[in-house]
């Protein structure tokens, strides 16, 4: 939806300004969804594992969210290279990404796109999630998804794949598959399409646990992963506070 640009300002304070494109400047769907995801940012920020919030409005009637500039590579691209950054810091991205996720929840609010690419590490392994242009509300019952958010299938829930109606398990759930594929390096249920990742997702029958692609993940770290991907939202931790205290109780944090 937008470009990221370094901008400085007249005291050269550099900040991430993030630049709707030109060939949207007319489509409200995404206009709307550009400035929703401004506004949660907003109320989110305080928090250090969220990218941090400055202003957001327009430039010559393109709209813009001016953010705090961090410098980072996002975790699929470190994990891709295998950053000695991750195999130093990989307990405390586990930690920070979730305890990120459930700021968010706190405040009433479901990521609905986490993945590795929304995940921001620095050289220092500290975290920041971003791109919340999906992000909605929690609902006080599940709700019913609009075809227009779809998400990214491979860390999408099933719930959301087969369009029933989501709460924040779906953030529970793409936590799990993040965690599980940057412990083990592989996805946990591969496929080229959606159908094909649904259909892994709920007849398991080829499914792998992680400690079998790497032996070194402790057993409660396991369990912790394995209760997020459940298929089942009633059957995955009933809140990210309780999967956090899992978290770095298997850790040992």
Not at 32 to 57: M, N, Q, T
Not at 172 to 191: D, M, Q
Request: net charge negative; hydrophobic share 40%; glycine share 6%.
């Amino acid at each position: 939806m937008a470009d990221i640009w370094l901008a400085t300002d007249g005291n050269h304070r550099a900040y991430a300004l993030r630049r709707m494109h030109e060939r949207l400047r007319l489509n409200l769907f995404a206009r709307r969804r550009f400035l929703r995801g401004c506004e949660i940012l907003a109320k989110l920020s305080d928090h250090e594992g969220i990218i941090g919030y400055v202003e957001h409005g327009k430039i010559e009637g393109r709209l813009y969210c001016l953010m705090e500039y961090v410098e980072a590579d996002n975790l699929k691209d470190l994990s891709a290279r295998q950053d000695p950054v991750l195999a130093e810091n990989v307990a405390q991205v586990l930690i920070d990404m979730a305890v990120a996720l459930e700021h968010m929840h706190t405040n009433g609010f479901m990521h609905m796109d986490f993945k590795p690419e929304n995940v921001l590490v620095t050289r220092n392994g500290s975290v920041r999630l971003v791109d919340f242009d999906l992000a909605q509300e929690i609902p006080e019952k599940p709700a019913k998804m609009t075809k227009k958010n779809p998400g990214t299938p491979a860390y999408m829930a099933p719930e959301q794949l087969l369009g029933q109606p989501v709460t924040h398990h779906v953030d529970i759930f793409a936590y799990g598959v993040t965690a599980y594929e940057l412990l083990t390096g592989c996805k946990p249920f591969p496929g080229d399409t959606p159908a094909e990742i649904l259909k892994r997702q709920l007849d398991r029958s080829d499914f792998v646990p992680p400690r079998e692609h790497n032996p070194d993940i402790p057993p409660a770290m396991e369990k912790v992963i394995l209760r997020c991907i459940e298929k089942l939202p009633s059957d995955r931790h009933p809140v990210m506070g309780v999967m956090v205290r899992e978290l770095k109780a298997a850790l040992y944090v």
